[in-house]
């Protein structure tokens, strides 16, 4: 009794092992048996107006305490990080049919705790309770929610407090990612924070939005001559730029039209190699009509996300609530991100990512449509320069197993670019195995395997 009395005084004091009971989850529902402990539930980033984020934790596999913990943040501007992250990308779960988690084998709680946030408030479960916050959302609330978010989780998880800390992302997380990094440096705040993943990012958006055509006509998505149109009259950063204000029309006008019809409807722009999703009523004779699939994709599982998300008994799993909305999404409906932040670049803030001894691994799905490699590695090449680092990894293949995973550059072994053979722009969602040992690698401050072997 007193020997209880004394252990427990003891870890009050130190601050080891506090279990945040309420926020444990006892099981998902039709999930499979596992040995890790998961958590979910709110953290309120500002009392007065009651706005609160939602997130999902997911210890390691095995050994918890001396793994590091990574933070995983999805972009949209307004996409949920548990939607995608968690239930399509890398989370230890993916929902199949017949209301049953699958595990998977290639989940990043393999090599690091994973945290999963729904952010900014109105993405998700995560809600402001004055609804006025929706009215403009922008990237500088954001990272300030975000940081006060992380200050607040742990102090509920006070043991990952000295850990190692790696902030990833993909998409518009090339915002949120490295502003959020860059506002941990500048506050001095105390996380161990060594490093930055970030895919298919939007750093810069001309760079970004105008290699799309070059990619789309190197694929054979567009003809000669439309490509010729988008690389002399009006480019695909114009176009962007014009429908982001709703003013696109004129000759930017004519080629967008010209250039969605030779690509047809049904190609997902984010990996123009798988196929799509069909609307549920055509899915049997589709599935029926499919010649035998070497890779096992499911491309639908976003509906099977949303579906399952949905559910009661799901809600009630995960400590979620539903505030002001009337059903989960996996992208915000309620809130108005500025449409102006989407031009601010943010390579200049991996630049100073860098000089603050930060590792920064910037990688690319290779399929994907919507932020092209060609861009992203151009990006950071330049950065390279800007920044006069030597090379320290010369331009080549990484492999997983015994194929050619992608291609990586190392520069002044803090600065890295790669890409994932076969990925979309969810990388993970199309090539877990292969994401799982960019992740490893990133993590351990290692060089991607350059040979028939695992790292
Ligand atoms: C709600 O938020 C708006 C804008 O941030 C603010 O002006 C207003 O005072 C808030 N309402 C309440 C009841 O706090
Ligand atoms: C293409 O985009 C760039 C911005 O990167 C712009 O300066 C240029 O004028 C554009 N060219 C055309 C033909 O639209
Ligand atoms: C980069 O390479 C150049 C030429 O080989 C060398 O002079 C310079 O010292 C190197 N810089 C660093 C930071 O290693």
Redesign the pocket.
Known sequence: MIATIIIVLAQTLVGVTSIPEADTIGDLPGQPQVKFQQYSGYITVDDQQQRALFYYFVEAEEHPTSKPLVLWLNGGPGCSSIGFGAFAEHGPFRPSDNNVLEKNDYSWNKEANVLYLESPAGVGFSYSSNESFYALVTDEITARDNLVFLQRWVTKFPEYSNNNFFITGESYAGHYVPQLAQLIVQTKTKFNLKGIAIGNPLLEFNTDFNCKSEFLWSHGLISDSTYEVLTKVCNYSSIRRLLQYGNLRGVCATVNNQMLTEVSKYIDKYDVTLDVCLPSVNQQAYVLNQPQETRNIDVCVDDKTITYLNRKDVQEALHAKLVGVPKWLSCSNVLHYDPQNIEIPTISILESLVKSSIRVLVYSGDQDSVIPLMGSRSLVNGLAKEL???TTVSYRAWFEERQVAGWTQVY?DILSYATIRGAAHEAPFSQPQRSLVLLKAFLQGKPLPSKFEQI
Do not use: D, K, P, Y
Request: overall charge negative.
């Open positions: 006069e680092l030597n002044g």
